[in-house]
């Protein structure tokens, strides 16, 4: 007796749900027939399915997939068109990439054969989309890559695909699709059936963990630099803990996420090179670059200890970081292993005087951050303000804030581990408003902001992301820090040729933005709630009105600010 078969395409998106994909984020093309029918015939016969989503640009398809993993910690798929789509996902897979973030990237190819099998070319652009090597398109950011060769083979690939995405370090992958291997039949049983691998952690052992408490219970003065956060809740509120008992101060320089608490007391200022100069211990938590060499460096009789998924970050070609001791473990188990350790010790007198001190130079620090965004009532907004005052909006909020170029930490009360995330070190520019998107898409109760350079809002494709938000019904408040200009360029050549012809001029080429377009009828298209801003009262008027539509789910709102340096 034959065995159920179902086509390849049905066969994919069922084991996709088995191994506990949530949503398929999908810009359809010509090779996406066998994958439209798998849809169609796995619904028909009652098989479970992920959420297929149509989003209009790969950009926002893999942003979505960004955010959503923040807020679930659970990958999720993306499937483009041949290579020209793939082509879209690759900012997006870099930026995924450099942050450890898994994703199952899937794009067609176009089919291998012109005529006599099922699937075979039937238009023009099969021959103009065929790649000698379409991998290479994601290659350079990706953990592994194959090409789906039978149709009995996917629940396999899947599998796979899954398990090494979501193994430390955590990063995309990807899986080409040939358009005539997916219209073919395959067995459906077991597809339903728990993944046949499973994704592995890392953890220090405890010898190394064990060390490592000592080398802070002895320290004069340890310092910890962290960027990519705590690892999630629970290493979060251990790190609160472990830096208040040991009085470690906390700097999170350039981070992308939050670690401490910015007005926990031994959250330090992000200039790292004071607390470089006094540590004896340094303690890199989940590092790229914790400070910059040219400016500053450990002193040489420090310790300095690198932990984290990746440690070394070892397919990053230059990075020269001390590492006198490495350790590799997913940062959550390293942080509340470390806690567990040093119950061993006592502290000291030392770890009480030295916590006033950093205490009390922290609250200054702060004081002054606070302070440094300037007079309420000049013309324009500076970046400090804006977020100072979306901070004191948000007090009663669970909420989350995306910056991307857009407020920054300093100023802000942010108290959870899922509070602040800050544009990847990668540099994909766009990623903020569609990874809101898919947080808000996972956390739907969850307040969600996007704040932006008006650059950078131009570059996440808005037309396509303010209509994703409309379908979805996902009620974000998109805040665009509108200066005209690309800021961070400007500043970059000031900082590198501070003397030089363009300072003196107050010129710089190439990062002139000038003639603005209206962002607010970019949001109107989509009937999104639209504002504008240009001193501190309209803002704070905007601000109130745009709070309470997002909070009365009314749909996506957008406040155009113009800005000053």
């Not at 808005?462 to 994703?468: E, N």
Request: charged letters at 20%; glycine letters at 8%; proline letters at 8%.
């Amino acid at each position: 007796m034959d065995k159920p078969q179902v086509s390849a395409g049905a066969a994919l998106l069922a084991r996709l749900k088995s191994v506990g994909v949530d949503y398929i984020f999908a810009n359809s093309g010509t090779d996406f027939p066998p994958i439209i029918e798998g849809l169609a015939e796995a619904t028909a016969k009652d098989m479970p399915l992920p959420h297929a989503l149509t989003i209009p640009h790969e950009h926002a398809a893999m942003g979505m997939a960004h955010g959503y993993y923040l807020a679930t910690g659970r990958a999720q798929a993306v499937i483009a068109h041949t290579d020209v789509g793939l082509a879209n996902c690759a900012i997006g897979a870099l930026n995924a990439h450099v942050e450890n973030v898994p994703i199952l990237l899937f794009s067609g190819r176009t089919p291998t054969v012109e005529k006599g099998r099922f699937g075979a070319r039937t238009v023009p652009i099969g021959w103009g989309q065929e790649m000698r090597d379409q991998s290479s398109l994601v290659r350079e950011a990706s953990k592994w890559d194959y090409e789906l060769r039978f149709p009995e083979q996917v629940p396999d690939v899947v599998d796979r695909a899954h398990a090494i995405a979501s193994s430390t370090p955590k990063g995309p992958v990807y899986v080409s699709l040939p358009r005539e291997v997916l219209c073919e039949s395959c067995p459906s049983e077991g597809l339903d059936l728990p993944p046949r691998m499973r994704a592995h952690g890392a953890h220090a052992s405890p010898d190394e963990i064990a060390e490592l408490a000592r080398l802070i219970a002895q320290a004069e003065f340890p310092v910890i630099f962290a960027q990519h956060g705590a690892g999630d809740a629970q290493g979060f509120a251990a790190l609160d803990r472990l830096a208040r008992d040991w009085a470690i101060p906390v700097c999170q320089y350039w981070a992308n996420r939050l670690a401490l608490a910015t007005d926990h007391p031994m959250a330090s200022p992000a200039d790292g090179g004071p607390l470089l100069a006094r540590a004896d211990l340094v303690i890199c938590l989940d590092v790229l670059a914790p400070w910059m060499p040219a400016a500053h460096e450990p002193r040489p009789d420090a310790t300095v200890v690198q932990i984290g998924p990746n440690p070394l970050s070892q397919r990053t070609p230059i990075r020269n970081f001390r590492a006198d001791m490495t350790l590799s473990s997913d940062t959550a188990a390293a942080i509340l292993a470390l806690e567990q350790a040093l119950r061993a010790y006592t502290a000291g007198p030392g770890v009480a005087a030295r916590f006033e001190q950093v205490a009390a130079s922290n609250g200054a620090a702060r004081k002054a951050a606070l302070a440094a965004s300037g007079p309420d009532d000049a013309p324009g907004m500076t970046k400090l303000q804006i977020a100072r005052m979306v901070s004191d909006a948000l007090q009663d909020d669970d909420a989350t804030i995306f910056s991307e170029l857009g407020c920054p930490m300093a100023p802000m009360h942010l108290t959870h581990a899922q509070a602040w995330f800050q544009e990847p070190h990668a540099g994909g520019l766009g990623w903020s408003l569609p990874a809101a998107m898919g947080l808000q898409l996972a956390a739907p109760d969850r307040l969600v902001l996007a704040t932006m350079g008006d650059g950078t809002y131009m570059f996440a494709n808005p037309v396509a992301c303010h209509q994703i938000a409309e379908a979805l019904n996902l009620p974000i408040l998109i805040l665009v820090l509108n200066n005209n200009e690309w800021g961070a360029v400007r500043q970059s050549v000031v900082g590198l040729y501070p003397d030089g012809y363009a300072a003196k001029a107050n010129q710089v080429p190439l990062t002139d933005l000038s003639p603005s377009p209206d962002f607010t009828l970019v949001a109107q298209a989509s009937r999104a709630l639209a504002l504008r801003a240009g001193d501190h009262v309209e803002f704070a008027e905007a601000l109130k009105t745009a709070l309470d539509h997002i909070r009365a789910r009314k749909g996506a709102a957008l406040i155009d600010i113009r800005t000053r340096p």
